[in-house]
């Protein structure tokens, strides 16, 4: 039984690589004049919480949105950007890595 299953293990890795191999990757599109254009806008998206405080994200994302929209940066307001964020089922700042 043992070479048995080794054989099932060795012919399911096979299986699984070629077929992960065989996808297809995402296809990606730019406007012809993509590196000629300014960046205009900017979403402050939310904040992972790597401190010990648990204001810390209320407190940091307000003062960073305010001060990229200073810069003159066009900024979505952060309740339309959650609001995007939740129409992709992310509801915290750990899963955009996910997007």
């Not at 599109?29 to 648990?54: C, F, G, H, M, Q």
């Amino acid at each position: 039984m043992g070479k048995r299953k080794t054989f099932i293990m060795i012919s399911f890795l096979t299986l699984t690589l070629l077929t992960v191999s065989c996808a297809g990757r995402p296809h990606h599109s730019l406007v012809p004049d993509y590196k000629a254009r300014p960046l205009r806008s900017i979403a402050v998206l939310p904040v992972l919480n790597e401190t010990v405080s648990l204001k810390a994200p209320e407190i940091f994302r307000p003062l960073l949105h305010n001060r990229v929209s200073l810069k003159g940066y066009e900024t979505p307001s952060t309740s339309t950007i959650d609001g995007r964020l939740l129409e992709k089922e992310i509801r915290e700042a750990g899963q955009i890595n996910t997007l």
